[in-house]
């Protein structure tokens, strides 16, 4: 994420119309894959001349004149990208600050406490349910604070999960995108709308949907858990990649 924001401000320079006009058309920012323009931030959508895509191309302007940028991630990992940082054509006309990369640093956990120290009636309730389920046997689908899918992307994951018959924890995006409806929407009163007509019902036992949140951290901890479905990033947005259980990289 740091090489595309670093390189927003030199793409955003110039631009007459928005970029939310490009639509899946794929924009190259060196040192990562080619990124289709719908999926980036939905702030540097807007008009270049928006007060919000502004004071973000602004702020991502100043980041550039620090001393040293810290990385939570390893060079091995996102050599691509941390190479992208340090190569002079990334920012034309200036030199970047140094990129120290000191991860991938993961905190422990557990909201307040740690969930080695938390009571059973301040667990959520999904550990509780990850309790009593098979070592490695259940699928983490989770799409982060600010993952955004559409009713059809809902469905279609719904009707894999449904066929697949393989256990699972998925924890629902806080919005449906082009519905207006949030989670608690979906769980209440739009499951048949949102959701293949008797999914809850048929999945119920093997799998559990939650709404919104989870102690992802922990969640990853969990002997039950044995493989993450993510986003990838804020960039990832409607482009899932099944990633390693290793959080905490975003030098891309």
């Not at 970029?19 to 794929?26: A, G, I, V």
């Not at 001349?49 to 991502?60: A, F, H, I, K, N």
């Not at 046997?137 to 982060?144: A, K």
């Not at 999914?199 to 949140?213: I, Q, Y």
Request: charged content about 25%; glycine content about 10%; some cysteine.
């Amino acid at each position: 994420m740091l090489a595309v924001v670093t390189q927003l401000p030199a793409l955003l320079a110039g631009r007459t119309t928005a970029l939310k006009e490009l639509r899946d058309t794929p924009v190259e920012f060196l040192g990562v894959p080619p990124l289709p323009a719908s999926h980036l931030m939905p702030e540097v959508l807007e008009h270049p001349d928006d007060e919000l895509c502004r004071t973000m191309v602004d702020v991502w302007k100043r980041n550039t004149e620090t001393d040293g940028v810290p990385v939570n991630t390893l060079e091995s990992l996102e050599r691509r990208a941390v190479e992208a940082l340090m190569d002079p054509r990334c920012v034309p006309g200036r030199v970047l600050p140094p990129i120290y990369c000191i991860g991938p640093l993961v905190s422990k956990g557990g909201g307040h406490s740690s969930s080695l120290t938390t009571t059973a009636e301040e667990r959520h309730e999904c550990l509780a349910w990850l309790d009593a389920q098979p070592e490695r046997s259940v699928v983490f689908l989770c799409f982060g604070s600010r993952g955004v899918l559409s009713a059809e992307q809902l469905r279609e994951i719904a009707v894999g999960l449904d066929k697949s018959g393989q256990r699972f924890l998925w924890v629902l995006p806080a919005v449906i995108a082009g519905t207006g409806t949030g989670t608690d929407d979906v769980l209440k009163n739009n499951q048949d709308e949102l959701l293949p007509r008797g999914f809850l019902e048929r999945t119920e036992g093997r799998g559990l949907v939650v709404k919104s949140w989870a102690p992802q951290v922990d969640v990853l901890r969990h002997p039950a858990t044995g493989v993450e479905l993510d986003s990838g990033g804020h960039l990832g947005r409607g482009a899932s990649a099944v990633l390693a259980a290793l959080r905490g990289t975003d030098a891309e």
